[in-house]
Antibody, heavy 121, light 113 residues
């Protein structure tokens, strides 16, 4: 059974930094592209970032480019999101998600339960 | 970025009746590789999104056959042949034709009458 468990969400002040983690199990982690997708309270879904199965390629939404960094440690079956220069508009539930096919790009098939990041003074 | 527009934004359906959701993209989602990068997700109340349909019309594993997807180019439709109580939630379409420029529709909330 695929499991994605996010952690690291807290309340942080504007301009602050945070690192989210996602522990993956139930599949061959290093075969799959992984994503972060966020959902502001009461709002829709916004794709944030992806990293290829080998970590060699990373992509970001314009809204976070230059501030967020996605990474992975395949030896630990873990995905990360380093978030710097946080803004109030980054407040959201952050989901870790995996691709459907090995060594592919979309669609996302499984999502974690999310970790809540609140940016507030 | 490609804008995804869903209609309606909400619908209330009697159990056993059909339902249909439209999703229109501001650009064609047909890639030069022949695939159309349009997906449908359902977010049930208090849950994470779940994949229903990928590449317009392929049902994901375990998705009941009362769900079907159709369309091409810029116009797409998700149909539920006979709505059940467990189908309540918010339905999102998503496009993925350009790597890293992925966008979702606003969501359509399905309620049961």
């Amino acid at each position: 059974e695929v499991q994605l468990v996010e952690s690291g969400g807290v309340v942080v002040q504007p301009g602050g930094s945070l690192r989210l983690s996602c522990a993956a199990s139930g599949f061959t982690f290093d075969d799959y592209t992984m994503h972060w997708v966020r959902q502001a309270p009461g709002k829709g879904l916004e794709w944030v970032s992806l990293i290829s199965w080998d970590g060699g390629s990373t992509y970001y939404a314009d809204s976070v480019k230059g501030r967020f960094t996605i990474s992975r440690d395949n030896s630990k079956n873990s995905l990360y999101l380093q978030m710097n220069s946080l803004r109030t508009e980054d407040t959201a539930l952050y989901y870790c998600a995996k691709d459907l096919r090995p060594r592919g790009w979309l669609p996302i098939d499984y999502w974690g339960q999310g970790t809540l990041v609140t940016v507030s003074s | 970025d490609i804008v995804m527009t869903q209609t309606p934004l909400s619908l209330s359906v009697t159990p056993g009746q059909p339902a249909s959701i439209s999703c229109k993209s501001s650009q064609s989602l047909l890639h030069s590789d022949g695939k159309t990068y349009l997906y449908w997700y359902l977010q049930k109340p208090g849950q994470s999104p779940q994949l229903l349909i990928y590449e317009v019309s392929s049902r994901f594993s375990g998705v009941p056959d009362r769900f079907s997807g159709s369309g091409s180019g810029t116009d797409f439709t998700l149909k539920i042949s006979r709505v059940e109580a467990e189908d309540v939630g918010v339905y999102y379409c998503m496009q993925g034709i350009h790597l890293s420029r992925y966008t979702f529709g606003q969501g359509t909330k399905l309620e049961i009458k």
